[in-house]
T-cell receptor, first 110, second 116 residues
């Protein structure tokens, strides 16, 4: 079993839809949870950062962490074609290397 | 947010030559830097982890003599692909971890290497 599981998709939605991206993990020591967005031929860009459990909102993006279920989510409201990218979840324990999901390819169609 | 740069962004070289890629953290000190490789439509593959002033730790299957990593300062790490071959053609991305509390990695924009 991989430490971090993420459905690679691809996921295609119409413009304006709510997008839900998810990851599960097995290591209960993970405390830091991140979502990165990667456009084609570019480096990943940090989108959301959450420490421990809870929700965090930033504009159209909401990150949720449920440590009891070892499950994290990223919601994108009012999705736009410019949101089309690969979204990577990542997590780490204190002072340990980060573990990445496989990435979900998202396409938002106009 | 923290900024990481990579240079060059794109390089084409002949088979058998060596190529050096630089990774710099521009506005923070990075005690640890990471080098990844990414093939088209695939996820990041960690190649090695380097801590400033010490030897890099390579992932299983990564040839340390082929991919030389130097982390000479808190803001600069270099990856040298020695005697490059066409199968080394890939997208190489570095990231830097800040030494603050957030424990987050910030990625560079990547370097596309094409070996002819």
């Amino acid at each position: 079993q991989k430490e971090v599981e993420q459905d690679p998709g691809p996921l295609s939605v119409p413009e304006g839809a709510i997008v839900s991206l998810n990851c599960t993990y097995s290591n209960s020591a993970f405390q830091y949870f991140m979502w990165y967005r990667q456009y084609s031929r570019k480096g990943p860009e940090l989108l959301m950062y959450t420490y421990s459990s809870g929700n965090k909102e930033d504009g159209r993006f909401t990150a949720q962490v449920d440590k009891s279920s070892k499950y994290i989510s990223l919601f994108i409201r009012d999705s736009q074609p410019s949101d089309s990218a690969t979204y990577l979840c990542a997590m780490s324990a204190p002072r340990s290397d980060m573990r990445f999901g496989a990435g979900t390819r998202l396409t938002v169609k106009p | 947010g923290a900024v990481v740069s990579q240079h060059p962004s794109w390089v084409i070289c002949k088979s058998g030559t060596s190529v050096k890629i630089e990774c710099r953290s521009l506005d923070f000190q990075a005690t640890t830097m990471f080098w990844y490789r990414q093939f088209p439509k695939q996820s990041l593959m960690l190649m090695a982890t380097s801590n400033e002033g010490s030897k890099a730790t390579y992932e299983q299957g990564v040839e340390k003599d082929k991919f030389l990593i130097n982390h000479a300062s808190l803001t600069l790490s270099t990856l040298t692909v020695t005697s490059a071959h066409p199968e080394d053609s890939s997208f190489y991305i570095c990231s830097a971890r800040s030494s603050g509390i957030t424990d987050t990695q910030y990625f560079g924009p990547g370097t596309r290497l094409t070996v002819l």
